[in-house]
């Protein structure tokens, strides 16, 4: 595919006109993922219905991402890819899929295409928990490590601003 | 049709300028000598070595002997810090150095490995402006401070800091005691706009680099006031009078000689570029919802805008501006591995969202009045744009 800088021009695409982009009123689930602090942000709204054959679908599907040109991107293929299919497809969901179709992601940004997946998780995840439904365990846990995750990077940010060394106080008036 | 390409980037590194790129062609054709050779080839070269040195002690107004050349800036700044903690440790001083937290990580990184070696570090805090209080670093001094280090002019902000005052105050110190403390100054950002009169600084050692003032990279220079103990990091055929040693980047040198002595003539350049900087800040406080200038609006380099855009994630700001030909630069760091943004925006006391959404525009002498309105043309709508997608307006 053809290249512009370290990213294809797929990438470029999926950047400039995203798909399924914004909220999705009443949504039967939402996952948040990334964090601020990183400056990688992604919400993912999902709508399930049955389909004929009474097998819950993802009907429809909506992001929200504040971070890079690969966030914005595999934000974008992600929802397309989900659109549609039963809940079951979604979580065995591949993110070497979102990346084949992109094109190639340079390696420091693959990790958007983990972001874009652990979104998608957390709102089946909130989805089933909202209908008071089990939770298999690959999603139970996945959620506690990202739950997890959230604390560290809360504690590494104080971290970051505050120097040993300094006399300081933060969060200047 | 190609798109005229803006740059925007000065700050990160300058086009070289065409009269420099002349004095610097013979050196890599005919005039190859090797100045340490005693045929004609090889004084040819020793004089163009001699040429530049005079030039870069006229424009700091000090002795061609206090002129020493090294491989950039970042290595001067070694040499500086690494050279005098090395002299002071031979003579059994346990030293203290005084930095600020908003230094250039050829400065830090260096801290922070004498650190590990036992040297005691403080990094001063700024304010929200980005300046260091005169009276805080009065307050750090110890009985052991041998070197304080402070930039000049900060490379993501543009906050200059009172050098002068400072070196006032280490002048008034010094006469008090009985090891003097030496004054660095990293003015690597600061020579195109402000004077880098090393007597009116009152500095003991300070950096610069050619590629930021439209000179060759891999060329950079360290001040050494006459007298201080500085040790070598390099040994060998005892070049830079046995302080950096290595057969000299003449051509380099040449071309740092000549760009330091163009920007004499182009003094009167700095009002005009002042004047893009204020329209551009002006106009994106103005156009763009939430967006906020970092740094000193008053204490400020004449090219640096530094604005942050909530909502809008600084790498893909660079990205999307990029698409329409315009090259800037983010202090958020998405791309980076550890995901930790601009240690100056965090110093300033900013939050994340804030850090993260940073642009810098640094300007320079080919810029012009319709690239800064082509930026403000379209930078409004691709943070439309941006906002849209993110789940922060």
């Given amino acids: 595919m053809k290249k512009i800088g370290p990213y294809t021009k797929k990438v470029f695409e999926h950047f400039q006109n995203p798909h399924n982009m914004g909220k999705i009123k009443n949504p039967d689930g939402v996952g948040k993922v990334g964090n601020i ?137 | 049709m190609k798109q005229k390409k803006i740059y925007l980037d000065y700050a990160a590194t300058t086009p070289l300028a065409l009269e420099v790129l002349r004095e610097m062609l013979p050196y890599l054709k005919k005039d190859f000598g090797n100045p340490s050779s005693i045929h004609t080839l090889g004084q040819i070269a020793q004089e163009g070595l001699d040429k530049a040195r005079e030039r870069v002690a006229n424009f700091l107004n000090c002795s061609i002997s206090e002129i020493f050349f090294t491989g950039s800036a970042t290595e001067a700044n070694n040499l500086a810090i690494f050279g005098l903690i090395k002299s002071s440790q031979k003579r059994g001083v346990k030293p203290h150095i005084i930095t600020t937290q908003i230094e250039h990580h050829a400065v830090l990184e260096p801290c922070k490995e004498l650190k590990k070696q036992g040297v005691e570090i403080t990094y001063l805090e700024v304010n929200k402006e980005g300046l260091v209080k005169i009276s805080a670093l009065e307050k750090a001094i110890k009985e052991n401070t041998v070197l304080v280090s402070i930039i000049y002019a900060n490379n993501e902000i543009g906050t200059i800091q009172p050098i002068v005052e400072i070196g006032k105050l280490l002048q008034i110190t010094n006469s008090k005691l009985k090891t003097k403390i030496y004054f660095h100054t990293d003015a690597v950002q600061a020579v195109n706009y402000l004077d880098c009169d090393v007597e009116k600084l009152g500095v003991d050692l300070l950096t610069l680099s050619a590629h930021k003032i439209y000179g060759p990279k891999g060329v950079g220079a360290l001040y050494i006031k006459q007298g201080s103990p500085i040790s070598p990091l390099i040994y060998g055929g005892g070049h830079e009078s046995g302080l950096r040693s290595g057969t000299e980047n003449v051509a380099g040198i040449a071309g740092l000689g000549k760009a330091i002595e163009e920007i004499e003539k182009s003094k009167k350049d700095i009002k005009r570029i002042e004047k893009l900087r204020n329209k551009l800040i002006d106009n994106i406080l103005k156009n763009i919802p939430k967006a906020k200038l970092n740094g000193s609006r008053e204490h400020r380099l004449a090219n640096n805008v530094n604005v942050s855009i909530p909502g809008a994630e600084g790498e893909s700001m660079v990205i999307a501006l990029d698409q329409k030909g315009i090259a800037v630069s983010t202090g958020s760091a998405c791309s980076s591995r550890s995901l930790k943004p601009s240690h100056v925006l965090l110093a300033l006391g900013l939050l994340p969202k804030e850090a993260h959404g940073s642009l810098r525009f640094s300007l320079g002498k080919y810029t012009q009045e319709e690239d800064i309105n082509k930026v403000l043309a379209v930078l409004p709508k691709i943070v439309q744009r941006l906002r849209k997608i993110s789940p922060f307006k």
């Fill in chain 1, 37 to 173: 602090v990183c400056g990688d942000v992604m919400w993912l709204y999902i709508k399930i219905s049955k389909d004929k054959k009474g097998k819950e679908i993802i009907k429809d599907i909506k992001f929200e991402t504040y971070g890079c040109l690969a966030a914005i991107a595999t934000s974008s293929v992600i929802t397309d890819l989900i659109k549609g299919k039963t809940i079951e497809e979604a979580l065995e969901f591949n993110r070497q899929e979102v990346v084949d179709i992109l094109g190639g992601l340079p390696p420091i940004k693959l990790h958007c295409s983990v972001l874009a997946v652990d979104a998608l998780l957390e709102a089946i995840h909130d989805y089933l928990k909202k209908q008071k439904r089990p939770i298999p365990k690959k999603l139970r846990e996945r959620h506690k490590i990202l739950e997890k995750e959230k604390k560290e990077i809360e504690k590494k940010y104080k971290e970051w601003t505050k120097t040993e060394e300094t006399l300081h106080e933060k969060r200047k008036k």
